[in-house]
């Protein structure tokens, strides 16, 4: 993955890889099949409190340096260093995802077109390579997403051409990954994002050249079938892209049109169909889309801007900016995530190599923390939180 600001053009895009290991969550749909580690982790206590916070960490892909910083994140929402922090992984890591099992990290290097698989100690959120890492992708591996049942991980190969796939791997119990018969499968032209849906049976890849976004059912051995329709209009170099925690709404970052696509996830068939008023504005270029665990609100980092733009989600799934929108942030502000606590968000800047940190206000709107922006490794990309729940880092659910 290569520095999001210096992208201004479609073919530029298509040499270039990019991911955010996007939050969504609690809430189930109808029917849903969310198991239940990852319902379960955001629930209240009568008070509001969210139970199982006290020890969280973030973890973040640093394509120049190499590597993947770990933190601990701290009641106030500061980061700090976890003991032996950054981690080796292959060349240029652009995506970092955790296994809603809580026990294993994913990092797709740009690079080096392999992932990489970490064990996470819980204990003290320090990596461990498990045995066999790095494992064989596509031509520049970008995004990363895991399935909601912890059973598959998918990564968007953006290639070069027309050549962009998605290759589907099966995640064995010690963390290593093999590939599902089949794989890689066809994508459009650009692929660089991957999301899985939070009922299981979806994937969303935004095709970046191509100005669309590929569906695919996902099938009882993690293998890809588009969705009948596939793929589906998005706006000019669409980006990133989330599900709701509900899995009725689905988002897409649209970098060159300088806007947010949202869609109306069909339950049965996996189809899009755009939400009355879409596209909604954002600042120029936006990049990843984050959607808050409790599926309130939407943040999208703008990387021509240097700014995060701040959405409530309405009924029917429209997007109404959120007073203030957008904030402030640094040079190539452009990937994040939403702590397990719903408390806080962390945007990472690519270009200043920083990571602004925010509290998240009753409506939405982003306070800086104290501290912010904290130090980051070189070229920072997606960032992937996750709490400490019986012994497990679980992350947010998709």
Known sequence: ??????????????????????????AQAPNSTIPSYAVNQSQTSATGARSDAAVEFAYEANEGSTNVSAYKIESDGALTAVRGSPFAAGSAPSGVAIAPTG????????????????????????????????????????????????????????????SSNVSAYRIESNGALTQVKGSPFAAGTGAQYVAADPSGKFVYVPN?????????????????TPVKGSPFAAGTEPFGVAVDPTAKFA??????????????????????????????????????????????????????????????IKSGGALTPVKGSPFAAEAGACYGAVDSSDKF???????????????????????????????AGTTPAVIATCRVTSGKCIPPPL
């Open 1 to 26: 993955m290569k520095n999001p600001v210096a992208l201004s053009t479609a073919a530029a895009i298509a040499a270039v890889a990019v991911l955010s290991a996007c939050s969504s969550g609690a």
């Open 103 to 162: 026990k294993f990290a994913f990092v797709s290097n740009d690079g080096s077109n392999n992932t990489s698989a970490f064990s996470i100690d819980a204990a003290s959120g320090a990596l461990t390579q498990v045995r066999g890492s790095p494992f064989s992708a596509g031509t520049q591996p970008s995004g990363v997403a895991v399935d909601p049942m912890g059973k598959f991980a998918y990564v968007a190969n953006v290639g070069a051409g027309s």
């Open 345 to 375: 968000v962390y945007v990472g800047n690519s270009t200043a190599s920083s990571i602004s940190g925010y509290q998240i206000g009753s409506n939405g709107a982003l306070k800086p923390l104290k501290g912010s922006p904290f130090g």
């Open 251 to 312: 988002y897409v970052s649209n970098y060159g049109s300088a806007n947010v696509s949202a869609y109306t996830v069909n339950a049965t068939s996996g189809a899009l169909t755009p939400v009355k008023g879409s596209p909604f504005a954002a600042a120029t270029q936006p990049c990843s889309v984050i959607v808050d665990p409790n599926g309130k609100f939407i943040y999208v980092p703008n990387a021509g801007s240097s700014s995060v733009s701040a959405y409530a």
């Open 208 to 224: 970046a050249v191509s100005n669309n976004v590929s569906a695919y059912k996902i099938a009882s051995n993690g293998a890809l």
